[in-house]
């Protein structure tokens, strides 16, 4: 399947600022707003923390969707001052497409092939990451975590590229 999803914006992050900070305060690492991201077959997006994270993994790619994320700031009343979209730890925030129906299947975008495996589940971390209330209102809607099926690059679509 071939998408027409907007890329808005792709991030890195080296480091786990939550995996092994249970009961602790979460990690300092920067999540890196990128132009470009390298998505390597089989390893992840490199420069990322979970890249080569162990083999097959179902999160070498983590994608969600803007909308979501905007109405979520809606029912949390966010005020605008503390409105972050890389809060939600995903690699690629996109418009335009729903990414539960990409659950299962093989799919393509800006010519790198993906294949969607789960939804990527909210955690508590969540709560403090976006928003008291944001794990339970983002529970099957969390978005995608996906293998990486063919090496390429994605990029933050330009004004002219989106459809």
Same mark, same amino acid.
């Given at each position: 399947?071939?998408?027409? @999803?907007?890329?808005?914006?792709?991030?890195? +992050?080296?480091?786990? #600022?939550?995996?092994?900070?249970?009961?602790?305060?979460?990690?300092?690492?920067?999540?890196? =707003?990128? !132009?470009?991201?390298?998505?390597?077959?089989?390893?992840?997006?490199?420069?990322?923390?979970?890249?080569?994270?162990?083999?097959?993994?179902?999160? *070498?790619?983590?994608?969600? +969707?803007?909308?979501?994320?905007?109405?979520?700031?809606?029912?949390? =009343?966010?005020? %605008? *001052?503390?409105?972050?979209? +890389?809060?939600?730890?995903? #690699?690629?925030?996109?418009?335009?497409?729903?990414?539960? !129906?990409?659950?299962?299947?093989?799919?393509?975008? *800006?010519?790198?092939?993906?294949?969607?495996?789960? %939804?990527? &589940?909210?955690?508590?971390? @969540?709560? +403090?990451?976006?928003?008291?209330?944001? %794990?339970?209102?983002?529970?099957?809607?969390?978005?995608?975590?996906?293998?990486?099926?063919?090496?390429?690059?994605?990029?933050? /679509?330009?004004? /002219?590229? &989106?459809?």
């Amino acid at each position: 399947m071939t998408t027409r @999803m907007e890329v808005h914006f792709l991030f890195i +992050s080296p480091e786990h #600022n939550y995996v092994g900070h249970h009961g602790i305060e979460p990690g300092t690492s920067p999540i890196v =707003s990128c !132009a470009e991201v390298e998505c390597v077959a089989g390893y992840g997006v490199r420069g990322d923390r979970f890249f080569s994270h162990r083999p097959d993994f179902k999160g *070498q790619i983590t994608f969600f +969707s803007l909308e979501t994320l905007y109405d979520l700031w809606r029912e949390l =009343s966010v005020p %605008e *001052q503390l409105r972050c979209v +890389s809060a939600t730890r995903r #690699n690629v925030l996109v418009k335009g497409i729903d990414l539960d !129906a990409c659950i299962g299947v093989e799919f393509e975008v *800006q010519g790198v092939r993906f294949f969607g495996t789960e %939804e990527c &589940r909210p955690c508590y971390w @969540m709560d +403090s990451a976006i928003g008291p209330g944001a %794990e339970d209102r983002l529970k099957g809607r969390g978005g995608l975590r996906a293998r990486i099926l063919s090496d390429g690059w994605l990029r933050v /679509n330009s004004p /002219n590229d &989106r459809s």
